[in-house]
């Protein structure tokens, strides 16, 4: 019986042991992207030094999207954790996809903000095109149907009384994309966002025809969203997660840094470090708040100019 007693305690530590050992396993947490210089989870994997939690509390998944409204279909679908929401693609999940428990936990960047960046929309700099309402008969290029990038063009399109399909068309194509198409007359408006919009020869060939602010005002353009059952089971990892991000984004927006951060952005993108060093985390670039927290009355705003516009029911 001695040596019988002993063998069930044996297997029942072992099992204990195993037990524990399971549930000081980090918690995963897959997070969304899709421009790697304006989404931040590349940027806080690159500063492994800075993120005291990870691989602690919790282990950290960057997860490539095409675009911002492509992120519903992963949050509805338990596809990824965290997720890289513009303020339309986030009414749009709660309203029309259904993610009711949807939550908004940190900022990423604001668009328009004093004289910081605000994204452009371009036409052919040897072009006809002198007026929005030129631009009816034409094509217009969109990174994504639904992002607020495509949401800002149809806003400024029907304030001058254009629509789709019965006074232009709209088709999808990759930021990379836009300056090719733009050169070659395949699209005849085009969006600029960084990096994209500081290369010389976007404006070479291009002109800026109005501006984000122009159509929508100042934008809280992005955000960082979890549903509340992840949140609420997870709520320790969470927070280790945020003060990581949040460490991680102050070494960046410091002066000190930032040729350490260009060089980043360029390994990041496969791009020379001088298409960055003139305007990444500087007052050219869109504003990011330094304690990372969304302005909510700015994403109110805009998400009633989205209803106003018919672009949400």
Do not use: C
Request: charged fraction near 25%; glycine fraction near 6%; proline fraction near 5%.
């Amino acid at each position: 019986m001695g040596a019988h007693r002993r063998v069930v305690a044996g297997i029942v530590m072992a099992a204990l042991l195993a037990g524990a050992a399971r549930a000081a396993e980090p918690v995963k947490i897959r997070v969304g992207w899709v421009v790697p210089t304006t989404d931040w989870v590349l940027f806080v994997s690159e500063k492994r030094e800075l993120t005291r939690h990870l691989g602690k509390s919790y282990a950290m998944e960057p997860v490539r999207f095409a675009s911002s409204p492509t992120v519903i279909t992963a949050l509805a679908n338990d596809g990824i954790d965290v997720g890289n929401l513009a303020f339309s693609t986030l009414a749009i999940a709660i309203r029309n996809a259904g993610i009711d428990d949807l939550r908004v936990i940190t900022d990423l960047f604001q668009d328009g903000i004093a004289d910081q960046f605000s994204n452009e929309f371009l036409v052919a700099r040897e072009g006809a095109i002198a007026r929005v309402k030129d631009l009816k008969g034409k094509v217009i290029a969109t990174p994504g149907a639904g992002g607020a990038i495509d949401i800002a063009m149809r806003v400024m399109l029907r304030r001058h009384g254009l629509e789709e399909k019965r006074d232009y068309t709209m088709i999808e194509a990759p930021m990379p994309a836009m300056k090719a198409m733009l050169a070659e007359r395949k699209v005849d408006l085009a969006p600029g966002v960084p990096p994209f919009a500081f290369d010389p020869d976007m404006h070479t060939i291009g002109r800026v025809l109005f501006t984000q602010r122009d159509a929508l005002g100042p934008t809280q353009m992005l955000v960082l969203t979890a549903r509340r059952q992840f949140l609420d089971k997870n709520r320790a990892a969470m927070i280790d997660f945020v003060e990581d991000n949040l460490r991680v984004m102050r070494w960046y927006l410091d002066p000190a840094n930032h040729d350490a951060a260009v060089a980043i952005a360029a390994k990041l993108t496969k791009q020379p470090p001088q298409k960055f060093a003139g305007w990444l985390f500087t007052r050219r670039d869109y504003y990011r708040d330094p304690s990372m927290v969304p302005n909510v009355r700015m994403l109110q705003t805009n998400i009633d100019l989205q209803r106003d516009s018919g672009f949400l029911n």
